[in-house]
């Protein structure tokens, strides 16, 4: 794309221009040559392609393609792409204009008053966000391709015109400075390829992966060019007989068909020359047929037609005509032994079916050109489309977003069935909880089981082709943290993500609520005010004074120790005391002065229940029944330390605001994990009675780790990381180790210990 030129430079261009008959009748022949595509247009529509083109011809004036052409054949070239689509002259008018608002100063406002709202929401999904400020190149590429997706998914005429745009600039690559052919290269087989593909769109998908393999491996291309030039004289006169033989058998049969030739792409040898380890002589389906027949029961009789004419090879036949793929394609697949021994595959399909096989979801066009319409031209892409628009609902970070929409681009696929035999397409590698979200975001969210062909299986589980897979839920179940490191797909993924966030949310406004109230109660207030017409010029004074935009958003920064509870609430007070609300003094010296600096009544419980606002040190282990006080991390919550802890301690020294008084629930809901080294004798079988005596305790063992070298010594540490209710079970379990004779001493660890020597769970 040409950089944009100076008013004064555009100026004296246009003045050259002028005088430059040549570049005038190239851009003329350009549009008369597009013109001629454009029969299939009403009369309006033409007028405003026209005018799109005089509006664009103008806006690039003076600008130069590296080539030294005149700038506007580009945006031509793209537009005739899109004519060849038969898209509508809204869409061919975002063609002409869709480098205007980038190149030339051109304003959405502009486009508005000139063309609608349709074409100027088109051209603004095509522009890049180079004029916005962003700490890296990956950032601003991230925003780039998330506005271009989100503008696809509420019109897809947005992508088609995006592809086409990206094929011209492919074809003339040759002319672009060799320094950014690596870069754009990658960034078109990372993105613009598997989008193509995603869309159906095989001739654009097969023209960029050449294109963009061509310079990105030039030597590479070359040699394997040579070698299928090489092997396709010396095997012409083999698909000659192949193809005449098949005729002949067609012809017998009665059956009505139009054959062609196919062959493998340069960059798909090469791949799965790369990807199986294979040479060039190896790869044996590089040529095969494909064959139109008129309806689609004709096409599963030329599959026995061929069967009987050649051997098929065992686990090769496809019928993605009864399951079409993701994108909408559909076809029979077959591979079989043809004359010498060669592999030739054939691709059975009907006229529609071909339309929509090469041109995806740009048939939509095309069927509605010629009069025609079909399911799959109108649905195609559309189940995709409108998960990007679940994906942005759920994920407002640029980089997150193409994270999420970048694993449903993989064009591997298996199909599974629900309970009532329903289709679910999924990208391969996919697990239950994939399944669960793709059959709705309600089931992913409350699965706790499932079974896949009536066998009980964890969530986890890969599905296979053909696999019927039922979800058990309950009304009580949340998605699981642990579920992000091996779900596939981006729904999935964005899903579980949001409501992790929603639920840390939820738990660090209440966590703040409650330190608030707690601090404000040091301060002499009872009660904090609540939040009506009454107070509500005191919290708009208060939230002026923290910067936070909402009453919710204080409370989450406060649990979340982004602000300290007792500097927001002397503000606070202070607020209150000059609207006449004076501190209580008795409960201030109460709150302010016990033993503990706080009374019990306002301390914080703590049970070990699933908090993402709570967590609880790894330096130390606290285990109920020790001794713990709570430290208000900065974006992390609350930290719950053991009483002796030294890291504790040091931070004790430095920010003792953030410290805050914590104490155990009567009844913790789970177990949690403790440090313990046990010296021994170095003697066989020491380690296995250890284990059993920690066992034997009911205590689990989560990690243990012993010396690399041991040999020569007497004695060794075994450190472990084991699972306990409480102090009482721990201290059960040190009593069973230490009755064993091989064993010399064993200690729990914490930092604050003398044996300071903590565990770390590496597992």
Known sequence: ?????????????????????????????????????????????????????????????????????????????????????????????????????????????????????????????????????????????????????????????????????????????????????????RETLEIYVPIAHRLGLNQTYRELQELAFQHLMPWRYQVLGKAVNKARQRRRDLMKRVQQEVETAFTKAGLSVRISGREKTLYSIYKKMDSKHLSFAQVTDIYGFRLILPQVTDCYTALGVLHQLYKPVPGRFKD??????????????????????????????????????ESGVAAHWLYKSSGASTEAGDNLGNKWLQSLLDIQDETRDATEFWDHVKVDLFPDAVYVFTPKSRIMAMPRGATVVDFAYAVHSDVGDHATAAKINGTSVPLRTEVSNGDVVEVVTSPDATPNPAWLGFVRTGR?????????????QTESKDLGEKLLAQALRAEGIENMPTLDTKHQVLWDKLLRFTGSKSLDEL??????????????????????????????????????????????????MVDGSANASVQYAPCCRPIPGDPILGYLGRGEGLVVH??????????????????????????????????????VSNAKGVLARVASAITSAEADINFVNMPDEVSGQETADLRFVIAVRDTTHIEAVLRNLRRLQSVMKADRVTSGSARDSQPTSNR
């Open 642 to 679: 053991h009483e002796t802890c030294s890291v504790a301690k040091h931070l004790k020294y430095k920010d003792s605001e953030r410290f805050i008084a914590v104490e155990w629930a009567d009844e913790p809901v789970r177990a949690f994990e403790a440090g313990v080294v046990v010296t």
């Open 1 to 185: 794309m040409s950089a944009l030129q100076s008013p004064i430079a555009r100026v004296s261009a246009k003045d050259k221009a002028a005088t430059s008959p040549a570049a005038a009748n190239a851009a003329a022949a350009s549009f008369a040559a597009l013109t001629a595509k454009l029969d299939y247009l009403s009369p309006e529509g033409l007028g405003q392609v026209r005018s799109a083109y005089k509006y664009a011809d103008e806006a690039h004036l003076g600008q130069l393609r590296n080539n030294g052409e005149p700038y506007i054949t580009h945006p031509i070239a793209v537009a005739a792409q899109c004519a060849d689509w038969k898209l509508d002259a809204q869409a061919l008018s975002a063609a002409l204009l869709h480098d205007a608002m980038e190149d030339c100063g051109i304003t959405k406002v502009d486009l508005i008053e000139r063309f609608g709202i349709q074409v100027a929401d088109l051209v603004d999904g095509l522009t890049k966000l180079d004029k916005l400020e962003f700490n890296t190149r990956e950032e601003n590429q991230a925003e780039s391709f998330r506005k271009m997706l989100l503008a696809m998914a509420r019109d897809v005429r947005v992508i088609l015109v995006k592809l086409a745009d990206r094929s011209h600039n492919m074809r003339t690559m040759g002319d672009m400075p060799r320094s950014k052919w690596g870069r754009i290269s």
């Open 492 to 504: 999935a993924r964005s899903k579980i993500r949001h409501h992790l966030k929603t639920m840390a």
């Open 555 to 604: 409370l989450v920064d406060i649990g979340l120790g982004k602000r300290v509870a007792s500097i927001v609430a002397r503000r606070l007070a202070k607020l209150l005391s000059e609207v006449g609300q004076k501190p209580d003094p008795l409960l201030m010296s109460r709150e302010r002065f016990t033993a503990h600096e706080t009374i019990s009544q306002g301390s914080v």
């Open 320 to 357: 993605h005509i009864a399951i079409a793929k993701l994108n909408g394609y559909q076809s029979l697949h077959t591979t079989l032994v043809g004359p010498s021994g060669l592999n030739v595959e054939f691709q059975m399909r009907t006229e529609p079916m071909h339309v929509v096989a």
